[in-house]
């Protein structure tokens, strides 16, 4: 039994091991840092980081701004792909597919319910002012704006060429 546990263990770090040397996941994880480090130093600079709560939240979790970590992770892992299995891989076009999916979501779905939820904030607060209903307010989720998504794919794309080539 304890055999088998080591055993399992030691196939765990390889395979861990193995994760960790993938150029493929090395540009995802990289991209979303480098994406997310930068949507920090930009709030930083603007001096919209009130607290290290704060500045730890938007470095690792917070998603709207810019740039765009889920567009520089989609487009870093289709790069990635297309040098790694060639772009008449099966694979690429899936991870295109998923590009797209990302891409279209960060502009349309996701912005459409930002700008929603943020006027449905609005009115419940004139209502709540009012007296007229007693409302609490609904999360806001930011989408992007098509320059912050242009910008997180071109973030990714340059992350993955240099995982890719480097």
Known sequence: MLAKIQGMLFNARTQFSI????TVFLSIVSSWFCAQFI?????IFYGRVRNVK???ELMFWRTGG???????MSASLCTAIAFHSGIDSDIFILAFAFFMVVVRDALGVR????????????????????GLADFK???QVDGHSPM????????GFFVGVAFSVL
Not at 19 to 22: F, K, S
Not at 148 to 155: A, S
Request: charged content about 25%; proline content about 2%.
């Open 66 to 72: 810019m740039p765009s970590s889920h567009s520089a």
């Open 19 to 22: 994760l960790i040397n993938n």
């Open 111 to 130: 912005r459409a319910n930002g700008i929603q939820a943020k006027r449905i904030n609005e009115i419940t607060k004139v209502l709540s002012d009012r």
């Open 148 to 155: 912050e998504v242009f910008v997180g794919c071109v973030l």
């Open 39 to 43: 949507k920090t130093v930009i709030r």
């Open 54 to 56: 704060e500045l730890c």
């Open 137 to 139: 307010s609904i999360k």
